[in-house]
């Protein structure tokens, strides 16, 4: 049973760089045929896919147009897990946070417990 | 990007009512929808993949149809823990993208 624990502050600054990880359980980061999402939650603008990471014989990302410019998403191996680094963020920024892992046919299945990031001055 | 529309943004309803909405692509994403409910304070929790396959785990009472791009979530009878917001999602091209949500309600 695959199980993505996160973690990382819940408070940023605007104009500095929001980080979390997302801890993998039951499943490996290097899985050839898992992909590891990010997706963020907000009143406004309601659930919003970010980026993924997922590796087949090498690493590939993709990354959502709204986001391209200041976000990463690296895998590590090591510590079998995933991280997001969103860079210069501002108040729209402020979310609930998820990974997520995906499989054929793009679903999200499962989810980590969400982190909300308020960012503010 | 593929927009997809719900339908209705909420309803009300009663234990044990038969519950339909639905989920519009702005192109054709063949099969390639998921739906999801969500309850206040958790992530979303995937119910059926691939338009209309039950993900395991999840009560028969919840289908799924479609294909194109009109879609639709069904909930045979509705119980007290069905109360929630309902999501759609394609998974046919980058970005992934959600509806905005159909939240069902006690009436």
């Known amino acids: 049973q695959v199980q993505l624990q996160q973690s990382g502050p819940g408070l940023v600054k605007v104009s500095q760089t929001l980080s979390l990880t997302c801890d993998i359980s039951?499943?490996?980061?290097?899985?050839?045929?898992?992909?590891w999402n990010w997706i963020r939650q907000s009143p406004s603008r309601g659930l919003e896919w970010l980026g993924r990471t997922y590796y087949r014989s090498k690493w590939y990302s993709d990354y959502a147009v709204s986001v391209r410019s200041r976000i990463t998403i690296n895998p590590d191996t090591s510590k079998n897990q995933l991280s997001l680094q969103l860079n210069s963020v501002t108040p729209e920024d402020t979310a609930v946070y998820y990974c997520?892992?995906?499989?054929?046919?793009?679903?999200?299945?499962?989810w980590g417990q969400g982190t909300l990031v308020t960012v503010s001055s | 990007d593929i927009q997809m529309t719900q339908s209705p943004s909420s309803l009300s309803a009663s234990v044990g009512d038969r519950v339909t909405f639905t989920c519009r692509a702005s192109q054709s994403i063949s099969t390639s929808l998921h739906w999801y409910q969500q309850k206040p304070g958790k992530a979303p929790n995937l119910l059926i993949y691939a338009a209309s396959s039950l993900q395991s785990g999840v009560p028969s009472r919840f289908s799924g149809s479609g294909s194109g791009t009109d879609f639709t979530l069904t909930i045979s009878s509705l119980q007290p823990e069905d109360f929630a917001t309902y999501y759609c999602?394609?998974?046919?091209?980058?970005?992934?993208?959600f509806g905005q949500g159909t939240k069902v309600e006690i009436k």
């Open positions: 997520a892992k995906s499989e054929t046919g793009g679903k999200f299945d499962p």
């Open positions: 999602q394609q998974g046919y091209s980058l970005p992934r993208t």
């Open positions: 039951g499943d490996s980061v290097s899985s050839n045929t898992a992909g």
